[in-house]
């Protein structure tokens, strides 16, 4: 029978929280006696995550599992996550169980009510530290301000997806993909959840900063071009002090301070030098982004799958 929900669960060396996760969105999810299909996507798992979801699989034919050759990321679990999925309902979720299973239940009802994408929005984040929750909250402010979209704040990769709209982001065919902004780029009807985000049940979260770094880069460069025009603001702004600079020099000149030569050319040289370096920098950027757009390589490599025909 044709599974109406699919649950997309990335999982990366996940191994203490698998179980629990199961049973947890199986005793939400069978009240609502209609077909469903739990998907885990293995990011390349060190730990035993492989092993446990095979056992999970093998007990319950509904949970299916992907199996990635190596470690290629989150976006690119979720993308295979949809890609596999035959839902016409798809929730991406955590399986640590900060994304609550009875809040994806609520979501199933906001699409019944004729929603094609919900999102869940964070009230609290429990268990996290300061530096995240402040850094979080300014990025996601700031992505929306320089993007020409209006992406929910506070919002993670915790949503529901219609097919039609899963449908649309997987015929998009750039290689960055960042679902949180695709998610509102492709529009139809809209709406949020709000949440307690509780801790984690077991395990560490495997969010390191040099990911977070990665997953924001992606975010702002992917959806906004603002970064090139820093470099205009960068060379009015390195013009300006280079202006008051020389200002100030002819009139120490003309109050009769010579100065030598050196002091003429030192702020001169340092900012043209350092105004050419941020254009370098942030043109080098987009080269590296159409760099890979040309590649074509693909987003993931499945190792092997499990229940999946």
């Known amino acids: 029978m044709k599974p109406i929900y699919s649950i997309l669960v990335p999982a990366y060396n996940e191994q203490e929280v698998l179980d629990i996760f199961y049973e947890t969105m199986k005793k939400h999810m069978d009240p609502l006696k209609e077909p469903y299909e739990i998907i885990f996507v293995n990011d390349g798992s060190k730990d035993n995550t492989a092993l446990i979801l095979?056992?999970?699989?093998?007990?319950?034919?509904?949970?299916?599992?992907?199996?990635?050759?190596?470690?290629?990321?989150?976006?690119?679990?979720?993308?295979?996550a949809?890609?596999?999925?035959?839902?016409?309902?798809?929730?991406?979720?955590?399986?640590?169980?900060?994304?609550?299973?009875?809040?994806?239940?609520?979501?199933?009802?906001?699409?019944?009510?004729?929603?094609?994408?919900?999102?869940?929005?964070?009230?609290?984040?429990?268990?996290e530290t300061f530096f995240k929750k402040a850094t979080a909250h300014m990025y996601y402010r700031f992505l929306r301000k320089i993007t020409n979209m209006d992406i929910p704040t506070d919002?993670?990769?915790?949503?529901?997806?219609?097919?039609?709209?899963?449908?649309?982001?997987?015929?998009?065919?750039?290689?960055?993909?960042?679902?949180?902004?695709?998610?509102?780029?492709?529009?139809?009807?809209?709406?949020?959840?709000?949440?307690?985000?509780?801790?984690?049940?077991?395990?560490?979260?495997?969010?390191?900063?040099?990911?977070?770094?990665?997953?924001?880069?992606?975010?702002?460069?992917?959806?906004?071009?603002?970064?090139?025009?820093?470099?205009?603001?960068?060379?009015?702004?390195?013009?300006?002090?280079?202006?008051?600079?020389?200002?100030t020099f002819i009139v120490l000149v003309c109050c009769g301070i010579n100065l030598p030569l050196a002091a003429w050319l030192f702020p001169t040289v340092v900012l043209l030098a350092g105004f050419t370096l941020v254009m370098n920098g942030f043109s080098n950027v987009y080269i590296g982004r159409i760099y890979d757009e040309v590649k074509g390589r693909p987003n993931f490599i499945v190792g092997d799958t499990i229940n999946i025909e």
Not at 59 to 74: L, T
């Open 82 to 127: 949809l890609t596999y999925a035959k839902g016409d309902a798809c929730i991406i979720m955590d399986c640590d169980l900060q994304d609550p299973p009875e809040v994806a239940v609520q979501m199933i009802g906001k699409w019944k009510e004729g929603y094609e994408i919900v999102h869940g929005k964070r009230k609290k984040r429990k268990g």
């Open 54 to 80: 095979a056992n999970i699989a093998k007990r319950d034919k509904n949970v299916k599992v992907i199996n990635f050759s190596r470690n290629f990321g989150q976006q690119a679990a979720e993308l295979a």
């Open 155 to 247: 919002t993670g990769e915790f949503k529901l997806y219609d097919r039609k709209a899963v449908n649309a982001i997987l015929s998009l065919p750039e290689h960055n993909r960042y679902l949180r902004g695709l998610a509102t780029w492709v529009g139809f009807k809209q709406t949020s959840i709000s949440f307690d985000r509780p801790e984690r049940r077991a395990g560490v979260t495997k969010w390191t900063l040099k990911k977070m770094i990665k997953l924001a880069e992606d975010g702002i460069l992917a959806n906004s071009s603002y970064p090139l025009f820093l470099s205009i603001k960068a060379g009015i702004a390195f013009g300006i002090m280079s202006l008051i600079a020389f200002i």
